[in-house]
């Protein structure tokens, strides 16, 4: 019996696979290409930008910090591969005045035409217990990783429609696929993003425009290391069991998911959540233990 329902669920997947090719949009071509990519000057984004401009794209990098962002054009420079390839910086809020996203969008697209590819990458973390979390940062985290995606998605996508083409991106997280302990914060502005995305892609398919999401475990980052600052240690146990990550991987990954859309659903890990609940509980009973320890003592 479970070898006939095995054998059914390999079918089925292999099914999956080998009509895949034929329910996705064509590649899209980096080669030439404008690609935007907010978060640019950091990180995983940062990655992102290199790992398109060695396919040979044209790049807008967005962020708040002129000197990071100029220092980061230097290393995206580096990886050319031909001498007419263009780096853009512009320095913005992406999360506060709408009009202000629409109008550096819209000088990029002046300076270096349409934009063929958005990548959301802009977005800050933080973790530490609910009730510790100070109220003004639950705001500030749907601001920036939450609006600070729908702005500059807005801003491009009216052209895209016209021109039925183009590919958008948003970067949110494993966080973004289960709620975990220290998270309640930054959780609730990656789930978001799920919500934007699978909306969004439901109305853009008939325009030839593909939304993708990235669900990054963590990874090697300024922004990880600012983080792990005030991480507790619930959040570090659980985190750990998926490891740390490179940027240059996640970006070799979720580049090749947007140009290459294969459209199948990824799958939470719920098996995951049993042993987190455990460390959890591992955890306050130790804090227990040696609490009352020092009592003794
Ligand atoms: N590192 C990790 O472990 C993981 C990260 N992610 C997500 O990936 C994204 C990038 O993370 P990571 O590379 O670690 O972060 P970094 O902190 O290293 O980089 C963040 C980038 O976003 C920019 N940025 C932040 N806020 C704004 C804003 N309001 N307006 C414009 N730009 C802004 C920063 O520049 P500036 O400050 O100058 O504006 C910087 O370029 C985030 O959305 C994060 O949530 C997802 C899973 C794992
Ligand atoms: C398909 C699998 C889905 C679920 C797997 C569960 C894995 C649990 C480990 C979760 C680690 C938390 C990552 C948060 C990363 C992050 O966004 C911050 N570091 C940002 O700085």
Request: proline share 4%.
């Amino acid at each position: 019996m479970l070898l006939v329902v095995a054998a059914f669920i390999v079918a089925f997947v292999l099914l999956l696979y080998m009509i895949s090719p034929l329910i996705s949009p064509k590649p899209l071509k980096l080669n030439g290409a404008h690609v935007v990519v907010t978060g640019g000057s950091s990180g995983i984004g940062k990655s992102i930008a290199m790992e398109c401009y060695r396919q040979g794209a044209f790049i807008t990098l967005v962020a708040r910090d002129e000197s990071k962002l100029v220092q980061a054009k230097k290393e995206v420079e580096k990886c050319a591969i031909n001498d007419k390839q263009v780096v853009l910086c512009i320095s913005v809020d992406v999360s506060k005045d709408y009009g202000q996203v629409e109008s550096v969008i819209k000088q990029c697209q002046e300076k270096l035409g349409p934009v063929d590819m958005l990548v959301n990458c802009a977005g800050t973390s933080f973790s530490g217990k609910f009730e510790e979390v100070e109220v003004e940062r639950f705001r500030s985290l749907m601001e920036v990783n939450y609006l600070g995606s729908v702005y500059p998605t807005r801003a491009v996508i009216t052209t895209m429609k016209e021109r039925r083409m183009g590919r958008i991106m948003f970067v949110s997280s494993q966080a973004g696929q289960i709620g975990l302990f220290g998270y309640t914060a930054y959780s609730p502005s990656k789930f978001a993003l799920r919500g934007l995305a699978e909306s969004l892609q439901m109305e853009m398919k008939p325009y030839n425009i593909y939304v993708t999401i990235a669900y990054p475990p963590d990874t090697d980052t300024p922004g990880l290391a600012e983080e792990n600052r005030t991480k507790p240690l619930e959040t570090r146990l659980i985190s750990e069991t998926s490891g740390v990550t490179q940027p240059e991987q996640v970006a070799k990954t979720v580049v090749k998911d947007a140009i290459v859309t294969m459209g199948l659903f990824r799958t939470v890990a719920l098996f995951y959540l049993g042993s987190f609940d455990s460390i959890v509980r591992r955890c306050m009973i130790e804090r227990e233990q040696s609490k009352a320890a020092d009592k003794r003592e």
